[in-house]
């Protein structure tokens, strides 16, 4: 089972972003995803469901994208 999947970027063109982490944040969840190697820019999308099935969605709100990004933070300064 792969971790990766196809997303179209805001330019409208394919990326494959690997899944990294799938967080629970106030009761939402959460799911981080990089693109290849380039760990530095992280992917984050909001898992909702829709007519019975998971679908990612983009956030939107930068309030709750720093939020979730934070929350993920946490768990390396814990280490």
Do not use: C, P, W
């Amino acid at each position: 089972m792969s971790n990766k999947l196809t997303f179209l970027d805001e330019k409208g063109e394919k990326i494959e972003l690997e899944l990294v982490e799938t967080l629970e944040v106030d009761g939402e969840k959460y799911a981080l995803f990089v693109e290849g190697e380039n760990d530095e820019d992280a992917y984050v999308y909001k898992l909702v469901e829709e007519d019975g099935k998971e679908k990612y969605v983009v956030i939107e709100d930068e309030d709750e994208f720093e939020k979730v990004l934070e929350y993920y933070n946490s768990y390396f300064d814990e280490e």
